[in-house]
């Protein structure tokens, strides 16, 4: 099946919708209000897009290929990219926390300590948004593969590595900095549709495999420049992580975005209805 990551400007993958839309009916019980119709129908995982998972080389993976839909989809609400709504921090944390094994706010001061600006950005963005354009991209790539090779020379010590440890729970990882440094420089736009529609996300990884994945940006819709290098940190960050124990070394959408999620990227969902505190 072809590997698509859903990119960034998505709604959340199931798991952490789910998870999210419950901490966002909690944080507005305390409240004393009545939880949105967002937040209900992320409780139940709608609005969400998943990647087609490569299969193992075994039998069952083979069957698996083999019967796989080229691209895996669930209904989105249209209009996201256009007006998304982003959730708060103490939202994130709260269900990040039903994934790794610490409480809310443990993981909310480690999502203050490893937040990157270059990820915690408004997306589309605000002022200054404008069509997309060459030199912008060409701006975009020089920051994202600065902050990566800032973060390849940390080693251990990266935020970037210890986020990925503890959404994982793995033991051991490699991170692979110059397959996703090639990949951010290989970067194109999307000017044709000839990629997506661009109706659920801004940008996506996308290939036969996830190891020959590209990342693909829209072309057609504004953005500021800000937004542009945070989509395009984002989708550099997908593969970057790799077990090293027998089976799959990849990792799935859905532990990258936990990932992602602690160092600040935003969590986003349609603005239909208010907004979420």
Known sequence: GRAVHSGHLGAPTPPMAKAQGKAASAAARRRGRRPSARAAAASTGAGSKRKAVPPGDGPEGRAMQRSAPKVQRAEQTQGITDNPLQLGDHIVALALSEFVPLK???VRALMRRWAKPILKAPIPGLAGRRWPSKDMLSAAKRTVLRFYAKEKALGDQSDVVKAFYLASGELRLRFDWDLAMGRVSRARFDKHQEIDLWDECLAMSSGD?????????????????????????????????????????????????????LLGDPQLVDNAGGEAQ
Do not use: W
């Not at 190891?211 to 395009?232: F, N």
């Not at 984002?234 to 990932?259: I, K, V």
């Open 104 to 106: 809310p706010g443990t």
């Open 209 to 261: 495999t996830n190891a020959l994945s590209e990342i693909y940006v829209c072309g057609t819709k504004k953005v500021t420049l800000r937004a542009l290098t945070s989509l395009l940190c984002h989708e550099g960050l997908h593969n970057l992580a790799r077990r090293t124990r027998q089976g799959n070394s990849f990792m799935s959408e859905d532990l990258e975005h936990m990932a992602m999620a």
